[in-house]
């Protein structure tokens, strides 16, 4: 089945600098593709959802890229602040019928003033 | 609302005791899912409720009950509990309908301590 690695596992960056997670699949027919935020003691709350269909995905002071050559999800947070700082998850829908997602191990981000 | 609310926050249990865990939406969403998640790993997909058809996962079939009594409640029902169950439960809800790839809103989860 689907497996999702989700790289790194820990991440520290300095205010102001981008912060970059990559997430790796293995089903060439994955369909939808989510990127999910977690403060400490707060609910998985949803970043962005990406179709197959579209590469490149703008968000407020992020980029979401889809590769699905290399079958690559990827998430970059240009101009980090303190408040980004939290549990990054990837996860990924299996087909376009599947109601199953498949989560990565999650991305510790820590922005330091 | 668009929140998933979870009961209780913190549970302790002993071995060999059983232990329920609550949740609620009221989003009118079709199914509900149950999640465990260790730290440093994915969350992983225990069962889902579709409507009242409940789904099970092959390696968890057995060692997790659930029940959804109306739409908007659903529990997670442990047998008698062992040390590996000490784990963070997250419960999500989404509108599936006939399509995937539905977006799943979470609870704040339940911390589940065996000891």
């Known amino acids: 089945g689907e497996q999702v690695e989700q790289r790194p596992p820990h991440l520290s960056v300095r205010e102001g600098d981008s912060a970059f997670i990559t997430c790796t699949y293995t089903?060439?027919?994955?369909?939808?593709f989510f990127w999910y935020k977690q403060e400490p003691g707060a609910s998985l709350q949803l970043l962005m959802k990406v179709f197959s269909s579209t590469e490149i995905n703008e968000g407020q002071g992020f980029t979401v890229l889809l590769n699905k050559k290399d079958k690559r999800l990827s998430l970059n947070l240009t101009a980090a602040h303190p408040g980004d700082s939290a549990a990054y998850f990837c996860a990924v829908s299996a087909s376009s019928g599947s109601w199953q997602l498949i989560f990565g191990s999650g991305t510790q981000l820590t922005v330091m003033p | 609302d668009t929140t998933v609310k979870q009961n209780p926050r913190y549970k302790l249990a002993r071995v060999g005791k059983p232990v329920n865990l609550i949740c609620s939406q009221t989003m009118n969403h079709d199914t509900m899912y149950w999640y465990q998640k260790k730290p440093n790993q994915a969350p992983k997909l225990l069962l889902f409720?579709?409507?009242?058809?409940?789904?099970r996962e092959a390696d968890t079939f057995e060692k997790f009950q659930s029940s959804r009594p109306n739409n908007s409640f659903c529990s997670l029902y442990i047998g008698s509990a062992g040390l590996e169950y000490s784990a963070m439960y997250l419960c999500?809800?989404?509108?599936?309908?006939?399509?995937?790839?539905?977006?799943?809103?979470f609870g704040p989860g339940t911390r589940l301590t065996v000891l």
């Open positions: 089903d060439p027919n994955s369909y939808y």
């Open positions: 409720y579709y409507d009242k058809i409940l789904n």
């Open positions: 999500a809800s989404s509108r599936v309908g006939t399509g995937g790839g539905a977006e799943q809103f």
